[in-house]
Nanobody, 124 residues
Framework: QVQLVESGGGLVKTGDSLRLSCAASGRTFSNYAMGWFRQGPGKGREFVAAVASSTSSTYYKDSVKGRFTISRDNAKNTVYLQMNSLKPEDTAIYFC????WGFGSATTGAYEYWGQGTQVTVSS
């Protein structure tokens, strides 16, 4: 069982930055691929970024490439999402998710564990 707790969301202006954190319980964090997904108002949950378990390879949604960076600190059982140059269309609830032995899938169904989410609002 893995429990995930996100933090770091907030209200910012266009062009600002935020860093989201996701703290995971358990001693086998390094065995899990970690993903960030988001769900905007009236929209479905969509992939944002992921980092693989073994290789730490990273993957991104096209619209966030060059602006967002996912990273993991296995010693702290934490995954981060650094978000720069934020835009109003980035407004959403951001969720982190864990996939044991995963490679960093963009599919929600690949992930076994989910956090409760943190709200990010970007004003124009």
């Amino acid at each position: 069982q893995v429990q995930l707790v996100e933090s770091g969301g907030g209200l910012v202006k266009t062009g600002d930055s935020l860093r989201l954190s996701c703290a995971a319980s358990g001693r086998t964090f390094s065995n899990y691929a970690m993903g960030w997904f988001r769900q905007g108002p009236g929209k479905g949950r969509e992939f944002v970024a992921a980092v693989a378990s073994s290789t730490s390879s990273t993957y991104y949604k096209d619209s966030v490439k060059g602006r967002f960076t996912i990273s993991r600190d296995n010693a702290k059982n934490t995954v981060y999402l650094q978000m720069n140059s934020l835009k109003p269309e980035d407004t959403a609830i951001y969720f982190c998710a864990a996939d044991r032995w995963g490679f960093g899938s963009a599919t929600t169904g690949a992930y076994e564990y989910w956090g409760q989410g943190t709200q990010v609002t970007v004003s124009s």
